[in-house]
Nanobody, 123 residues
């Protein structure tokens, strides 16, 4: 069974930091492009960041300079370091993977999804 599992979410004060992790199982994701998306209450799912198998990255303007995406393909893991968190970063964060080397910002281009982890930033 192919799975992606996120962890690391929680409650943090504005200005604080969190590090999200995503672990894949059931297959190797080393050749995949992997990404982070988020969905705030009452809003559409939003692209946050993505990283290719060669560690080329794409970061949404809304988090650029504050969030960093990285991966450890040997461990089938991906990370999202979130610094200087703002109230508007509050959302459920999802990791996703697509079996090609091209970055895409559309959620429907990703084949595998985790269940999500809640990030709540208090103002």
């Amino acid at each position: 069974q192919v799975q992606l599992v996120e962890s690391g979410g929680g409650l943090v004060q504005a200005g604080g930091s969190l590090r999200l992790s995503c672990v894949g199982s059931g297959r190797s994701f080393s050749a995949d492009t992997m990404g982070w998306f988020r969905r705030a209450l009452g809003k559409e799912r939003e692209f946050v960041a993505a990283i290719t198998s060669t560690s080329t990255t794409d970061i949404s303007d809304s988090v650029k300079g504050r969030f960093t995406i990285s991966r450890d393909s040997s461990r089938n893991q991906m990370y999202l370091q979130m610094n200087s968190l703002k109230y508007e970063d509050t959302a459920v964060y999802y990791c996703a993977a697509r079996g090609t080397s091209w970055i895409r910002r559309s959620a429907d281009r990703y084949e595998y999804w985790g269940q999500g982890t809640q990030v709540t930033v208090s103002s």
